[in-house]
């Protein structure tokens, strides 16, 4: 446990950077119902990555990277966003 809590400080640590210079980060934290709950990307690997965006994917889009042991999950979101187009533009 101790090894996946020093994996998840470090990916938060090295994903501040990035939000800095491209937008918004979040963190989530917390226990799936079962240990083979699905989580993120469904691979049931213990690091895991998911991609997204918002309407036509031009203005709004982000990835999503999480570390999973057993039931306890930590994931790290960036999202970013293209100020010269609009949302009505972006079909957002």
């Known amino acids: 446990m101790a090894v996946a809590l020093a994996v998840t400080v470090t990916l938060m640590l090295c994903c501040v950077p990035l ?25 049931n690997r213990w690091f895991q990555q998911g991609r997204w965006h918002l309407g036509k994917g031009t203005r709004t889009w982000g ?18 966003t293209d100020a010269s187009i609009t949302p009505s533009e972006a079909e957002e």
């Open 19 to 43: 939000a800095a210079s491209q937008g918004s980060i979040s963190f989530q934290f917390g226990m799936l119902a079962t240990p083979t709950a699905p989580y993120l990307d469904g691979s």
């Open 63 to 80: 990835e999503t990277y999480g570390i999973k042991v057993w039931r306890i999950y930590a994931s790290v979101g960036v999202q970013h």
